[in-house]
């Protein structure tokens, strides 16, 4: 551990500068500090950091709500090409948006603010570039050729944003396009899914389920990069990764789990909880909650509706008691894990455990 005198003596022999050192012991405090301010077993997150973010992002929407009420009266009362007027509203929308971003995110840096930004930025890249490619007459016949152009140019739109802004939600917006564009590509070449719950399961017809799989699992790649290069979680790396997290996990967890719950039979039950305690295993070392329970909720969601039975309500029980067990151990839990695999992982580039 290096310490304040070894600074100075650095300093002093000219092997770093005053700002250097400045710099370098900032960043060790705030590394530890990250860590060491939660609570046990804790994990950072933050959706905005007092009630003038929220009175803010108030005042965006009730603005948003405004441009588009204004333009909407404009196409109703006077006669104008409906493609062109979308595209100049979306286009003066997407720049009025970026250049509120420059204050409010880049100098203020302020989180929910950025959030509602980066939302309102992806809607009129969608809306423009879909009043420009998309062909209605076209969607209507069940014919989606004409829009993975512009769901395309609107995920390399919030890409140039999020090298801009760098706002973590913009990561997750991006990872739902990719999601809707692989999904809106497999539908235009083979056929419309016939049920929703064809979109997870397996054993369905269509490919659906295993788009989805391949989409989460890049997603959930991509997430773990992000982790990897910070595992202490004082970065906006790591937050990155918390909102991929979230998007992975119902696309990779779900789509093995439902289709065993699908299934009718005790087996396929107790195969399923197998499955999810090898997920929550991933989740403790990797110190992720928003992964399980991103996971979970959106299985327990689908286990009372598209999946409704007894076996469902089972298996929403069973999975009630276990969060909680593990909401209660986590840090336990993980401790003793780490120490299984200390000569199998990079422990180094995973968080501590306390």
């Known amino acids: ?39 046990e077993g804790d994990e950072p997150f933050e959706l905005f950091k007092g009630f003038n973010e929220i009175f803010i992002v108030v005042g965006l929407g009730i603005l948003a709500m405004g441009w588009f009420a204004v333009n909407a009266a404009t196409m109703a009362t006077e006669i104008v090409n409906y493609q062109t007027q979308a595209m100049w509203a979306t286009g003066i929308g997407a720049g009025v948006v970026w250049l509120l971003s420059e204050y409010f995110i880049r100098r203020r840096r302020m989180v929910a603010p950025a959030i509602f930004l980066s939302i309102l930025f992806a809607v009129c890249a969608v809306a423009g570039f879909s009043a420009r490619f998309a062909e209605p007459f076209m969607v209507a016949q069940k014919d989606l050729s004409s829009i993975p152009l512009g769901l395309g140019l609107s995920i390399a739109a919030l890409a140039i944003y999020w090298m801009r802004f760098k706002v973590p939600f913009a990561m997750a917006l991006m990872a739902l396009g990719v999601f809707a564009l692989a ?55 790591s937050a990155q990764g918390f909102w991929l997290h979230v998007v992975a996990a119902p696309a990779l967890v779900n789509t093995v789990a439902l289709t065993l719950l699908a299934k009718e039979g005790a087996g396929s039950q107790a195969l399923l909880l197998a499955v999810l305690l090898g997920f929550a295993l991933i989740a403790i070392v990797i ?26 309500a089972v298996t929403t029980l069973l999975l009630g008691i276990f969060l909680v067990a593990l909401g209660a151990f986590w840090s336990r839990i993980r401790a003793v894990l780490l120490s299984f695999f200390s000569g199998v992982l990079p422990l180094h580039r995973l968080p501590p455990s306390h």
């Open 1 to 39: 551990m290096i310490t304040a005198e070894d600074l100075r003596a650095a300093v002093g022999s000219g092997l770093l500068s005053e700002a250097q050192a400045a710099a370098l012991k900032s960043l060790a405090d705030s590394r530890r500090g990250a860590r060491d301010d939660l609570a």
């Open 183 to 237: 999904l809106i590509i497999t539908v235009d070449t083979s056929g419309p899914l016939a049920e929703f719950g064809d979109l997870f399961l397996l054993s369905a017809s269509g490919p659906f389920a295993w788009v989805t799989l391949l989409v989460g699992l890049g997603v959930f790649t991509v997430a773990m990069i992000f982790d990897l290069s910070d595992p202490h979680r004082v970065t906006r790396r």
């Open 287 to 312: 110190d992720r909650r928003s992964f399980l329970i991103a996971a979970i909720g959106y299985i327990v969601a689908l286990a009372g509706t598209v999946f409704d039975g007894d076996g469902a």
